[in-house]
């Protein structure tokens, strides 16, 4: 007995090691980008890549043609590259490298035929199990959890030999486990299940993400654990005569393998890491040719003069386009946040019937907090009305469509008015979308009737909901977050009008349109977090408060919120409380607003139309509207630069949409605290976006989800590529690329720079270990910091808390400040 409960207890930790190399897998509704070797970030970079190969048989560098047309393109400096190969005592021609490189890319290799059966078995019941509600026929027996369920069917399913009665199986997860794996040593168990759950990554990491939150309906309904995967895998592996441990060569066998790309896992850096590091230098040196190096201190700069208006965005990339457009067309003052503008909350929409966490997947929801109708008016009922005729007609139409009798007589007396709706939508996605702006302008939306409730007077409930949330929030957390927001973007000035901008898309017929609203809010929209900010700040009793912690806001500003929608670029202002003293500040600002929306839509769409500036907003609301659009708007792609500092650092800087903009004053933070936030915050955030933006460009059948055309939705929680297989974990080609073999996304690792003193960002890393990591390890491939004390000279992070100048921008600089000089 005892020799049992050993094995056990060897098995979950096994499991739990293994689970470590696996990165998490969001549900499509709530896609959250993220890094898909997360697990090995406490490795160098290039010997994370090479177990990524070994273990997903993904390549980790892009391919030597990707990097040619950098450098024919002049984007990789030839001096730069020089310094770097020199560097690494390599003196040889680029073109012979180039050349060396492509002759060693090898094709990725065949899989065995059983795993490949195994993948598919396993895959099929696993789309079965973790439906969320699309299956019309579910699966039976789910409610006793995944192996069980499977344990019961097996016997009717003509793909597992074998198995003529439930009783032919193991009873247990666990009995399964150890039938399978007591035929080998217990030192090999690691390795045997760490390459059974990267088998199927996708689907193993979205077992691991739904495991891991708790507040999962789904799971708490129909359990499953990595246990019984690992358990249903390696019996139907065992049945089907695929092999159970890994081969000895996994890393050659495992695919792309060629030389220069791939290193051991213990070995040096490939020569692909040179050309890279290149590439990402001399991106680095031109964005520093483009910041405002004479700004040393914000707050000198300010003359008492109030902007027209302060607006907060998201430090999205695609916010970067719209606010240089916002400046241009006055005097705006325009500030980067992260999107969930620091209220960490899980929300629920008056319309919904389900929760959302709205904040990154790295900070815990802290308060609870629902719409709630602001009364019972016209406007109310009016929507109320036409929301019940639209959700019957919906269920009523979705029913004849599905159901096995009444399709057939669906189709004799709809399917001319549905094919005409068809061919308008398909032909004509322009007249769609005036149509439904049109719906929209006689129904009143949610947030016209509603407000959030962010007091926690307003709930029956004033301790906590469900999972032991508050219930809104306290007047000292209100106080906290307003000061915070001010606090980490340093103002000292306030405008009449300060509007809050959270971000959504707006896209048709697409899977991943979840991926490109606000990564900060979970992949959900940002307007609810810029509303319940809004209100916090308009409530009188917390700026009294914010008065005696030394901020004067004055009396006749006014705090709205607002939402970027970045596919069209409106900029829609959730205006309704606003008093009638700021209606021709509000009338005023909506001008300019829609003056730099089309600036913005003609930048955007530029190649497309010409350079017709008249047809930029056109165009971008037929790509908004059209089903067959399989790219309405780029996305993230492009990021490649994370700029921590005041907006004076890149005014009037065209940064192309590549740069995350944090605002920060360093002079408003004597104890480096905002600093301290954003860099464990925000910075790691965006680690995360453009390290899923890279790997997904470099190898996207590994690391991405190919093309959307061959796409196929399973279950409510993902795609998969033709009908069936491995749960897809990342971004599909036509986010991330022109063509097959042209990127759009320039696979660089993030450059991060940050303007304050270098003694302050030293002492971050020392405290943060997880970030120091990120920095020492490559994760983030450059961190540079602008030091405002010592003129603005520029220093680059060199690993273990040591940093160099550099000689072009400060010359009389020391050569080095390291740890032991603080």
């Known amino acids: 007995m005892s020799e049992q409960l050993d094995d056990q207890r060897r098995i979950e930790e096994s499991i739990d090691r293994a689970a470590d190399r696996i990165g998490s897998v969001w549900p499509l509704h709530s896609f959250v980008t993220a890094n898909p070797l997360s697990g090995f970030e406490d490795e160098p970079f290039h010997q994370a890549v090479a177990e990524g190969q070994r273990l997903f048989g993904g390549r980790g560098y892009p391919r030597p043609s990707v990097f040619r047309r950098a ?3 002049g984007r990789i400096d030839p001096d730069v590259l020089h310094a770097e190969l020199e560097a690494r005592g390599i003196d040889r021609d680029p073109e012979d490298l180039l050349a060396e490189m492509a002759e060693g890319d090898a094709e990725r290799g065949e899989p065995d035929t059983a795993t490949e059966e195994v993948d598919r078995v396993l895959s099929k019941w696993l789309a079965a199990f973790l439906d969320e509600g699309e299956a019309k026929w579910p699966m039976p027996n789910r409610e006793e959890g995944f192996y069980a369920a499977w344990r019961s069917v097996a016997p009717y399913d003509g793909d597992a030999p074998g198995c003529d009665d439930p009783d032919d199986l193991p009873e247990t997860a666990t009995a399964a486990l150890e039938a399978v794996l007591a035929d080998y040593p217990v030192g090999q168990w690691d390795d045997i299940l760490a390459h059974h759950l990267a088998a199927l990554p996708g689907w193993s990491g979205f077992i691991k993400q739904r495991i891991d939150d708790d507040t999962d309906r789904w799971q708490e309904r129909y359990p499953i654990t990595l246990a019984e995967y690992l358990a249903v895998r390696l019996t139907l592996a065992d049945l089907l005569d695929a092999p159970i441990e890994p081969e000895a060569d996994a890393v050659e066998s495992g695919g792309d393998g060629p030389a220069g790309d791939v290193a051991d896992v ?8 040179s050309w890279l590091t290149a590439w990402e230098e001399s991106y680095r040196d031109r964005l520093l040719e483009g910041l405002d190096d004479g700004v040393a201190d914000p707050s000198s700069g300010d003359d008492g003069e109030r902007p027209a208006a302060q607006l907060v965005f998201c430090i999205d990339t695609r916010s970067e386009v719209i606010r240089r457009h916002i400046e241009a067309q006055g005097p ?11 209220v960490p909350m899980r929300y629920r929409g008056h319309d919904s019937a389900g929760e959302a966490d709205a904040c990154p997947p790295i900070v815990e929801p802290e308060h609870h907090v629902v719409d709630r109708p602001d009364a019972d008016g016209d406007a109310a009922t009016a929507r109320e009305r036409w ?12 029913t004849l469509k599905k159901n096995v009798v009444a399709a057939f007589t669906f189709v004799e007396g709809a399917g001319g008015a549905y094919g005409s709706a068809m061919a308008t939508r398909t032909l004509a996605p322009s007249a769609i979308a005036k149509l439904g702006a049109a719906v929209d302008e006689r129904v009143p939306s949610a947030r016209e009737i509603c407000s959030p409730a962010i007091d926690s007077e307003e709930y029956d409930d004033h301790d906590h909901a469900d999972h032991d949330l508050p219930q809104g929030m306290s007047l000292e957390e209100k106080v906290e977050y307003a000061a915070s927001a001010f606090e980490l973007m340093g103002w000292t000035v306030f405008a009449r009008l300060v509007v809050f901008a959270g971000h959504a898309s707006e896209t048709t017929n697409n899977p991943f349109g979840s991926s490109l609203d606000c990564g900060a809010c979970a992949g959900n929209p940002g307007g609810p977090n810029a509303r319940v900010l809004a209100a916090i700040c308009n409530d009188e009793d917390v700026r009294d408060a914010l008065r005696d912690r030394g901020f004067e806001i004055p009396e006749d500003t006014v705090f709205l919120a607002g939402e970027h929608n970045t596919t069209t670029d409106e900029l829609a202002l959730f205006d309704d409380g606003v008093p009638e003293s700021h209606r021709e500040d509000i009338e005023r600002l909506r001008e300019d607003l829609a003056s730099a929306r089309a ?5 955007r769409t530029a190649a497309t139309t010409g350079g017709d500036p008249d047809a930029g907003v056109d165009e971008v609301e037929r790509r908004a509207a059209d089903w067959a659009e399989t790219r309405p708007e780029w996305g993230l792609a492009g990021n490649a630069s994370f700029v921590i500092g005041p907006r004076d650092l890149t005014d009037g800087r065209n940064l192309h949409g590549r ?5 920060y004053d360093w002079t408003t933070d004597p104890d480096g605290e905002a600093l301290e936030g954003i860099m464990t915050g925000p910075l790691v955030v965006t680690q995360w976006i453009n390290n899923q933006y890279y790997f997904a460009t470099v190898d996207n059948a590994v690391y991405g989800s190919g093309s959307k055309i061959t796409q196929n939705p399973v279950g409510n929680v993902g795609v998969v590529q033709g009908n069936g297989g491995d749960l897809m974990t990342g971004l599909p080609l036509q986010s991330l690329k022109v063509a097959d073999e042209r990127p759009y996304h320039q696979p660089l690792r993030l450059t991060a720079v940050i303007h304050a003193p270098v003694e302050r960002v030293t002492e971050i890393l020392r405290t943060h270990e997880q970030v120091e990591h990120l920095a020492d390890n490559g994760w983030i491939g450059d961190l540079t910091v602008v030091d405002p004390e010592r003129d603005n000279a520029v220093f680059r992070y060199l690993g273990d808390l040591e940093w160099e100048t550099d000689a072009a921008a400060d010359p009389a600089a020391p050569v080095a400040q390291s740890a032991a000089d603080d």
């Open 71 to 73: 450098w024919e393109d």
């Open 266 to 273: 213990d070995g040096d850096v490939p020569l692909a890491e």
């Open 332 to 342: 705006y003052e325009t500030h980067g946040y992260a999107g969930f503008f620091g």
């Open 387 to 398: 929301t019940g005729l639209a959700d019957a007609a919906t269920h009523h139409f979705e």
């Open 599 to 603: 600036g913005a839509a003609a930048e």
């Open 659 to 663: 740069a995350f903009l944090h605002s």
